[in-house]
């Protein structure tokens, strides 16, 4: 070891900011009294050159101001306030002063727990602002001058740590996320649940999305990491325990579409001695009790027109919601079934918000009509109606006319080439034949102007706009939607986005049961799940064990398994998929048969289950679940479309966190240690 | 898809164990009420051909007995007692018939939430036993007659699920889990703590113990899983989060020793401007909450001499204990130097229930003693006196005789055949020269006759054992342990498992501080953890992020790097080492500083930390953490020595999990998929 000694600079610097005061205790925060604040250095304003304020930031902390003022030059005051102007913005700092002014809105402070209060670093409750007039300021690092920090800046994902400590919205959903959290186990421990931690190093198996593999030092030998605790959750009924949760980290290895992320949260539950209502009706009071703290103690927040919810106790100063109606629709939730829901919306997750349904109308269409928007023979035509917001002393006509025109411009591909025909819309407009509607002939208008696109509200007015959609008339066969149910859900964002419909900051959530128990299995789609990897040309929408619905379900297994319809449940909420559950296959002897006789699994296949068909044949208790999805909970309840904002630090598209560059590069010698090497020899890296 | 029918026996049992009446809510529970309860059969008793009882097993439930007795041959009573003798024992089944009695020590039941009341399958609060008069019984599934069930009985790793349903102990532990980190969760909410998830799917970087890899299919890239959450947490200050906690899971690619996990969970914590002594403090308070609801709602069950807590609200027809004295030795713990317990006890997690401590003697003893017992030139001779607890009216002597004669030569072969020489114990003895103690010489017997063995006390007795232990006089070096502390613990644990001590079931908390910050590279130790990559010649103790602990220690970085301590501390409880935490660096200078030019890492090693550098050098405030092994305080908290007892589905000395048979063995193809192959080409599976 070369003897250095260590430069002169350096040991200065940390000595600087290594040694700094201890913070006050809540109970020491009394007006006139002298006290300790840590926090950033937030915003300074110069007044003159004797007066300066600052602002103090303090994570889940009140807001604090600081003045600094001097008469005598060379005073220690004067010096205080030079130390002020000379330190960095948003620089970590320790400030000693004495207290000028509590701001509470709570005039009678609540009692904390002992250890709360005298724990250095806290507040008393109810203070959301702190006025100190200034004694002594020390910087505890320096904010460097390379990094611009300006109103809504948006930094690159590799400064993810910028992006927390100044974005308001972002911060405060991370804040949120562990509140839900709490909230939750709080109401499954009240309800005798048990939280049980189960492995993430698993072992591959053929139930459904592509897993990732972890190599072991043993030749030949991997772990994969889990999809879900499924398999292990319902050993854990066979175990005895009545009710199972767990927030679970699970991994899929696919191509990340829209939203999705390779490693995500799920709040995962099990019931045993328990059918798919008793968990409905389990779910729905853990929502309830979440609905009603989220009403009560958080609020809705319009920053610059990002939307979020926080808590009410930070920040009080901001403007309060009028009223206290609920934003939340109370269980119990309707239940829909999956036949229903694409009848109705035209897709399996759909959000009750939007003020349109589908009707089916080739019935009242003449023959011109419907060959002038598909080539599909007896197809099946619906349609919705869309009516925007009546804005007083304007005639609706040119807006609707304008929007329909920028929407129908910019359909997805998908939406605008659909070989079953592109949507057609026409806007009622009682200055044309027919009011616009001719296209429709005379008897096609008359029976949608008496009720037939939308007979809750019959009549059509001026600027309503008619959406026709033909699709083939045979079953929905496990689609999770049609041409029309997308389309209905682009129009109704893009009229809330333009002001045309408002926005609905409510929550409405419903259940979507009876899935078909198996979906037909596409060769062509190379980007599905794996699967159950058997032979009979389908395989479980769900995955394997899930009970079917009704005995009739369980004779359609051998006859015509296409049709039996699944013990699986779905909740849905303002258009976004929460989770799903189903009853389990209790019964070692049915599992087998649907693995081996239904689903044509191997031998090999149906082995690597040998650990449950064990576990079933043990007794094992009639059991239901549902899992959660945690991430996309906590997104839709803080209003954001993306879990990325609820994420601290999520992967990109490609499965990269650009904050620690990962995944990074492996070389042949840490693979080696794992018998492995790389097909053709070399890393491309 | 080939046309079969479901068999007609398939589809029966399936229908019959389908469908099942609901249990009833807590509020129904009253005497001469009709209910329905479900359960697991678990105790059959015949008394004539007339009577029959049975108890029914709940989880997390009140113990139910039911009475089955009918007077009419072929009257329904008749066939539901039929239907009670043929059910095998264990099978879950769903039984419905009147309350005969409530065994309640609630007087005065306090009132649940409306939703615990009202949800079917809950119970009354206090009652704990439930006397049924049986109405008819329905099986759910059935336990086979295969599975072998007695008293006591360990299945085979691979039926994991019969050993939880079997085991109260077992079952038990994992019961009080949850209850211990839903605790901790609130202590820290209710000190603004904030819970942040972070990424498991994370990167390989040289920071101490093997990682596993996970490959992803962008050839040459892998993430790595984490060995903790350090780097993000630390990010996580950087982002301005005041309070950073998570209960993480970790993963170590290490050979298994010991009672170690491949993957374990830790309560990993982190606070802002805050410095060691700060998280000290702040452990204490959550260990104080903890301990609180510990001894006032659990108690201490000894099973057949398994000895576990158990909620009091469970089965309190169990005796109680007596008295209310605290198990719990509460905060300010000692803060003991690493140099101090070395000393002391010869190890670095002392165990302070020990009742003797290790002195140093080579002054005072005659060299013919020392060179009897060591072949070290000016060795440290250090010696502990053990007394084993008086019985009345007989002499300690045979029983010290025997216990130290059986476990000196029990001895593990480090300590036997110790280079350094083998211990060497003397026993008090009136009826021997110089009682027992004339190696010693009459000068050295005196001086340990008054007190150099234990200065608490000084007067020796007959059936006291002196143990002498020869080592190097030269510094630690980080070294976790000397021969005579091991024996020591040895010694203790051996004497309370004969009765020779009392078993202490109190915990006595202490810090260990002051830990030296570097340690010597072992390079003959394959065994050890790979470390920082560095050429220094040491590398981290702990990690290289540890700050300093004082100006003079930053001094000896440069000069005497290994004699540099670090603001580093172990908390540690009867012996068992539960977590250890630091103060970080968080100036980014001083960092890099350490990483290159004191652990003498490469560039490419530096770099892999480029994120952690960036964020501190981002006006990062001074922080400390703390990471507590979540499920070694389980296990110590419930009286077991091993992690395997409370954790569900646990992992085998060789990684295994023997319940699901994990790691499996994967295909090339698999492999392929990541643009790996094996080396040499095949699996050896």
């Not at 690092?141 to 910028?162: A, T």
């Not at 605790?229 to 009545?242: D, E, F, N, T, V």
Request: glycine share 8%; hydrophobic share 35%; charged share 20%.
């Amino acid at each position: 070891f070369k003897q250095k000694v260590i430069g002169r600079q350096l040991r200065e610097e940390w000595a600087r900011y290594n040694d700094f005061p201890k913070p006050s205790r809540a109970g020491d925060f009394k007006e006139g009294q002298l006290v300790t604040v840590h926090g950033f250095l937030a915003r300074k304003r110069i007044k003159s050159s004797k007066l300066a304020f600052a602002d103090i930031q303090i994570d889940n902390g009140p807001a604090v101001q600081i003045t600094s003022s001097f008469q005598e030059p060379e005073s220690p005051a004067h010096k205080t306030n030079q130390a002020l102007r000379g330190i960095p913005l948003y620089s970590p700092v320790s400030v000693t002063g004495t207290v000028a002014r509590l701001h509470s809105n709570n005039p009678q402070p609540t009692e904390t727990s002992p250890t709360t209060r005298s724990r250095p670093g806290n507040f008393p409750t109810g203070v959301f602002r702190i006025d100190i007039d200034l004694t002594s300021i020390q910087p505890l690092n320096l904010f460097p001058k390379d990094i611009i920090v300006s109103k809504g800046v948006q930094f690159p994902p590799s400064s993810r740590h910028l992006q927390i400590r100044f974005s308001d919205p972002l911060r405060t959903r991370l804040l949120v996320r562990p509140q839900i959290a709490f909230q939750l186990r709080k109401s499954l421990n009240d309800l005798a649940f048990t939280e049980v931690e189960t492995p993430i190093l698993f072992k591959s198996t053929p139930e459904g999305a592509r897993e990732f593999l972890v190599p072991t030092r043993r030749p030949g030998l991997a772990y994969a990491l889990p999809q879900s605790p499924q398999q292990y959750k319902q050993m854990l009924m066979a175990s005895g325990i009545r009710g199972y949760y767990q927030f679970a980290r699970c991994f899929r290895d696919e191509d990340l579409r829209a939203d999705r992320q390779p490693e995500f949260t799920q709040l995962d539950l099990e019931m045993s001695f328990a059918t798919g209502e008793d968990v409905m009706q389990t779910v729905e009071s853990l929502v309830a009790d979440l609905a009603t703290v989220l009403n009560s103690d958080f609020r809705v927040v319009d920053q610059d027109g990002e939307i979020h919810l926080a808590p009410k106790s930070l920040n009080s100063a901001h403007s309060e919601e009028s009223g206290t109606a609920s934003r939340y629709v109370m269980p119990p939730f309707p239940r829909l079934s999956y036949e229903t829901v694409m009848t109705r919306f035209g897709i399996d997750k759909p959000d009750l918000r939007i003020p349109f349904e589908l009707n089916r109308v080739d019935h009242l269409l003449p023959e011109s009509f419907i060959s002038m928007i598909t080539h599909l023979d007896k197809p099946i035509v619906e349609v919705f109606r869309f009516r925007p917001s009546p804005v007083s002393g304007e005639s609706p006509l040119p807006t609707s006319t304008a929007f329909i025109d920028d929407l129908m411009k910019t359909l997805p591909p998908a939406l605008s080439q659909n070989p079953d025909g592109a949507p057609v819309a026409l806007i009622v407009n009682s200055s044309k034949p027919l009011r616009g509607l001719s296209p429709l002939g005379f008897d096609g208008a008359s029976a949608l102007e008496s009720g037939a696109a939308d007979p809750e509200s019959p009549t059509l007015e001026d600027g309503d706009v008619l959406v026709f959609q033909a699709r083939p008339n045979k079953p929905f066969q496990g689609a999770s939607s049609t041409a029309l149910g997308t389309l209905r859900t682009l129009l109704y964002q893009a009229a809330v986005s333009k002001g045309l419909l408002p926005r609905d900051l409510t929550f409405q959530f419903l259940w979507v049961t009876n899935f078909p128990l198996f979906t037909p299995t596409n060769e062509t789609d190379t980007d599905t799940d794996p699967g159950q990897g058997g032979h009979a040309g389908f395989s479980s929408t769900h995955h394997p064990f899930t009970a079917p619905l009704t005995d009739a379900d369980v004779e359609l297994l051998a006859t015509d398994p296409l049709r039996a319809r699944a013990d699986h449940y779905d909740l849905v909420v303002n258009g976004v998929e929460l989770g799903g559950g189903s009853r389990r296959i209790h019964v070692a002897k049915m599992q087998e048969y649907v693995m081996r006789e239904i689903l044509q699994m191997t031998d090999a296949g149906v082995g690597q289950f040998a650990h449950l068909l064990e576990a079933l044949r043990a007794g094992c208790p009639p059991h239901a679940g549902f899992a959660l999805g945690f991430d996309r909970l906590v997104a839709v309840l803080t209003y954001t479309e993306s879990v990325r904002d609820v994420i601290a630090f999520p992967k990109s598209m490609k499965g990269e966190d650009l904050t620690v560059r990962s995944p990074g590069g492996v070389t042949e010698e840490q693979l080696g240690v794992y018998h492995l090497g790389f097909l053709g020899g070399k890393s491309k890296e």
